[in-house]
């Protein structure tokens, strides 16, 4: 296809939001004014597995300020056929520790929390499930992981295993994790008839519309959602959760007046889907020389009973490298747990830690560079389906990765380098994430000659990847004229249909639609459009993506230092060298490159869902005692990224780039802290007790 | 219980009857309806609800919106992102947040910037850090390190931080009283 010739694009505009941001005056969804709001605090379950038996609501109902308490007797009812997940106080059955099994609305937030402490519930409790066992009898073959088969096999690559010269075998583990944007979610909704109005902090308007609709039997049309600015997804708020649709039935309970809901960091954690928990078994056999004959690559993830989620986590080992041998497969073993999500790079993130390591362990049985390694089995076409890639420059990253990391110094001997009591050393992984496009997504184009300006609508999601100011550079050059001439309307379902921010495929669907809308405009109204001028268009299928392979690669470099006494764990450097197609904006890039590989670092050193196997409660349901990386754990980092022409993808030559920053870091922190200490660590997170008494 | 206050914020006075229960973050944004101060945790554990605080005409210093309650801040001056700049244009610290992109999804922003502003007063008044290897040293000098270590109270999931070092790190520099 043609590309749209780059003008705004690939320069550094700052975020148009940007003043807004800093002020704290952009709105977001809890702070959408509205009139004379109630609010919203929930009952949650503290059993995994059973009834409710009873609910006492009688003091809270008693509470000055108080104005509805809901149960599963007295709460609206939903579609029969809704989803478990979204089924809100639709029966007495308790799915998981933390379900709501009741809501108080009241005049104050104080109010509504006494309340909540006030109702008494009481259970009968079943035997559960809370922990991801590998060898649990209930483990099954999903049909399905997301949106790819559970299972791959090509050739024989158990035989191949065995005749293989070199051969390494491992077990790698991750955590759970959870997503703790900073913004909660939260949600406002005020019925007004049977129309519905919600303001929602939403990784797709268009996606909670189409949800609320169906839980309560609304034409689509009736169901307004409203989501300017979402402070940070990571794929919690791709789908809609059980909080949004308490807010939207407890407010259908208060006809007229609007109910508030922002969640705790508990209820986050509880009910908002988190990343599954991950067992993975991989082997590798290969030649002497380093080229791999076979690739196995076995996972047992956790899911949940009430409904299924598969994480993708094999899929990775799919695409990387060559082997004529290989295997992939799936199980899931359901617990008595809320249900997993999309967590930044499903799969890809647990998978390539595994993959990652596998290929550093093989490098060092067979005394060949980990770069080398790589490049050695770098496959001339896709391995899963034998497709051309459109581009694939994973060699490039590698390659000007380790020119500007100072690899070529380094000497690959473990535990080699003691400085003033730290044991420091430097680790390489490669990343991959593929290059989606969804069809399906609209943009409208209207002119006006006062004030000689651009409209530009689509129902897209600014979530702090730069929407609002990537999409503006691709309509400014799609329509040939400056991108200070174009305004970019988003978030609203007041505005054309757009797919959700996801999956890396936001900027490239939302895109195509606008470069379809501007291509019709200039169509019919030439360079010199009449007053008021509109046009519209639509995101068709990609018609290149049943004939080429297409994703973003990249590698990663990473120096780790280990305290010789105490194992305490420090990254002093990371680079990340991408290839993704053309960057249509490098300032906004590089944040969401530095972050995703942020988000690498924090997986490999401290993010851990810590669960009491007792009562399936996370004991860490705060940002105290759930860590990620704050400013002093992030050292020298830089992101920077290869040219890459790619005339496949879509009109744009774009590739997502949310994802890929995640993909392969932790990886490249473990292997860079065996190389510092000699202690080959397979479970994430990293701990300085992996460390001791090495 | 109610009681009756007055706040003062970004130089406005309000004058108000909270519950005691309620927190300045609670009164700023749901009974002021000031939502530059963000709710991230509630808890005091994430840092988006930093303001500046003075009692008496005294300075400024950051402080947690979500840990303070409404009614012991009577009287208080509280100062949040948007009212940084009095009303004129942008804080130069705003101003390199966007220049520097110092921020994805800017809902921790108005609390870093905050946030800042209260770590560049603490420096030039010469309080150390963890990290401060010379405690002689007067004004503290803020290099990365320092200046990392200082705004590690203030957490950013989409994981600005290189950038924010790197804002907050332009405005310190050209007092000639830091590197």
Known sequence: MTLVEPRAMGTALPRIEGPAKVTGTAHYAFEQFVDDPLYLAGVVSSIARGRVRAIDTSVAEALPGVVAVLTAESAPRLAPDAGAEQAVLQSDAVHYRGEYVAAVVAESPETAREAADAVVVSYEAEPSSTVLDPDSPEAYTPEIVVMFPPDTVAGDPDAALVASPVRTRATYTTSGNHHHPMEPHASIARWDGDRVVVFESTQSVWETRRGIAGLFALSEDAVTVVSPHVGGGFGTKGGMHANSVLTVLAARAVPGRPVKLALTRREMTDTTGYRPGTVQHVELGADTDGRLRAITHDAVEQTARMAEFGEPTAVYSRHLYAAPHRRTTHRLVPLDRSVPTFMRAPGEAPGSFAAESAMDELAHELGIDPIELRIRNEPDVDPDSGLPFSTRNLVACLRRGAERFGWADRDATPRARLVDGWWHGTGVAASFFPAFTMPGSAASIRYDQDPDRFRVDIAAADIGQGARTALTQIAADALGVPASRVDLNLGDTGLPHATVAGGSAGTASWGTAIVDAADRFRDKWGDDPDDAAEAEGVAQANPDAAAYAMGAYGAHFVEVAVHADTGEIRVPRMLGVFAAGRIVNPLTARSQFLGGMVWGLSMALHEESVVDPGVGHVVNGDLAGYHFAAHADVGDIDAEWIEEQDPHVNPMGTKGIGEIGIVGAAAAVANAAHHATGVRVRSLPITLDDFLGS | ?179
């Open chain 2, 1 to 179: 219980m109610d009681a009756t206050i007055s706040l003062t914020v970004d130089g406005r006075r309000h004058d108000l009857t909270v519950d005691t229960r309620t927190t300045v973050l609670d009164a700023l944004r749901e009974r002021l309806g000031v939502t530059s101060t963000k709710k991230g945790c509630d808890h005091g554990q994430c840092g988006a609800c930093t303001v500046l605080v003075s009692r008496n005409g005294g300075p400024g210093r950051r402080e947690l919106a979500c840990l303070a309650l409404a009614v012991a801040y009577d009287g208080a001056e509280v100062t949040t992102a948007d009212g940084l700049a009095g009303g004129d244009g942008l804080h130069p610290l705003a101003e390199a947040f966007v220049e520097f992109d110092a921020y994805q999804c800017g809902y921790c922003t108005p609390g870093q910037i905050c946030s800042a502003v209260g770590m560049l007063d603490e420096a030039r008044a010469g309080h150390p850090s963890a990290v401060t290897a010379d405690l002689g040293a007067d004004p503290a000098v803020l290099d990365r390190a320092e200046i990392a270590e200082r705004m590690s109270g203030n957490l950013c999931r989409c994981a600005a931080y290189s950038n924010i070092v790197s804002a907050v790190q332009s405005v310190a520099t050209p007092a000639g009283e830091t590197r």
